[in-house]
Structure formats: C-alpha cells, structure tokens
C-alpha cells in the first residue's frame, strides 16, 4: 500500500495530464477510506469482507468504463479503469463497515 499509491499517483499525471488531479484525488480517497474501514487497519481483512455481489458490480463498473468513459487511447482507458476498480475497492469496504455498525445500532 505504501508503495502503491504513490506509483499510481505517477502514472496517472504521466499519462492523464489535465484529468490527473480528479483521478488522484479520488484514488487517495477510495484508498483511505479501505484504510481507515479495514478491521484492524489491515487492508487484506477488510477486502476478504466484500461479498460476491460487490465484486461483480465492481468489476461491471470499472470494465464499463472502458467503453463509456471516453478518452485519447486504451492506455488511458485501462489506467482509468485500473483506478476505478481501486476507488470502489475502498468504497466497497466502507459501505460494510457502515452497514455493519447500522445494524449494532439497530439491535
């Protein structure tokens, strides 16, 4: 993690120019939030945590955006992709943790 940040960082203002500050921020976000929601602060135990459902819905999402997203070249395009996954990763983990603590409370 600590070195993955910051080379996805690099090549997301390497090849995105002008979008790489929306890109980063958003990678940084997604990866605090699976920081800060994994049990623990281990990020392998807080993405064992995400169901099937979650992965095929991120996976739909970042290999949709392939397609939808537009851009110059399918580099672009995958290094897109690429963050998205990351970005609903950290989300993923987050809504569990939320919805585990909703129903603590609800009890």
Not at 27 to 40: A, D, K, Q, R, Y
Not at 60 to 68: D, E, K, Q, Y
Not at 88 to 107: A, N, P
Request: with cysteine; hydrophobic share 60%; proline share 3%.
């Amino acid at each position: 993690m600590v070195f993955l940040i910051p080379i996805t960082i690099y090549i997301l203002f390497l090849y995105l120019g002008k979008d790489a500050w929306f890109w980063a921020t958003n990678v940084g976000i997604g990866n605090l939030m699976l920081l800060f929601s994994s049990p623990n602060l281990r990020i392998a135990e807080g993405i064992r945590k995400v169901g099937y459902f979650h992965w095929m819905f991120i996976w739909f999402v970042s290999l949709a955006s392939i397609i939808f997203i537009p851009g110059d070249t399918l580099i672009i395009r995958i290094i897109r992709c690429a963050t998205i996954f990351m970005i609903f990763i950290g989300f993923s983990v987050f809504q569990i943790r939320i919805m585990k603590e909703l129903s603590k409370t609800k009890k």
